[in-house]
Each structure stands twice: as structure tokens, then as C-alpha cells.
């Protein structure tokens, strides 16, 4: 399976998440111009994915919601 692409980091993703701290609508905006509609973002030890597309928002949230580990 390959990984979507996405920003790199050379702070460990510290870099990324200051910037979808400070902005994230801004963020999430930028990262889908760039990258498409699924961005693979590295921080730390964890791996995220933005999925910014209605189907596969429904795909993640309804349709196999149970498939994807989610923050609460």
C-alpha cells in the first residue's frame, strides 16, 4: 500500500503542527491545493491523514466509520 503524499518535516512534524495550530481551516486549505484530496502528515511518532472530500469524508465518518481511528 502506498502513502498519499504530504509535507515533510525536519522537526519532527513540530513544523506542521504549529502551522494547523495557528490556522487550520488555513492548514487544511493549502495541504489539499497542494497534495489532493487525502494528505499524509507525519508528527512524531503519529501519522494523520486529511481527507477532504465529501465521499471520502462519508467513506470515513458513515460508510466505515469503524475502520478508522478518529479523536473524540
Known amino acids: 500500500m502506498t502513502t498519499p503524499s504530504g509535507p515533510k518535516s525536519k522537526f519532527f512534524g513540530f513544523d506542521i503542527?504549529?502551522?494547523?495550530?495557528?490556522?487550520?481551516?488555513?492548514?487544511?486549505?493549502?495541504m489539499t491545493q497542494t497534495y489532493g484530496d487525502v494528505v499524509y502528515l507525519k508528527m512524531g511518532p503519529y501519522d494523520y491523514y486529511l481527507v477532504n472530500h465529501p465521499e471520502l469524508v462519508h467513506q470515513v465518518l458513515v460508510k466505515q466509520a469503524k475502520s478508522f481511528a478518529k479523536w473524540d
Open 17 to 30: 503542527g504549529m502551522q494547523f495550530a495557528k490556522d487550520p481551516l488555513n492548514f487544511a486549505e493549502r
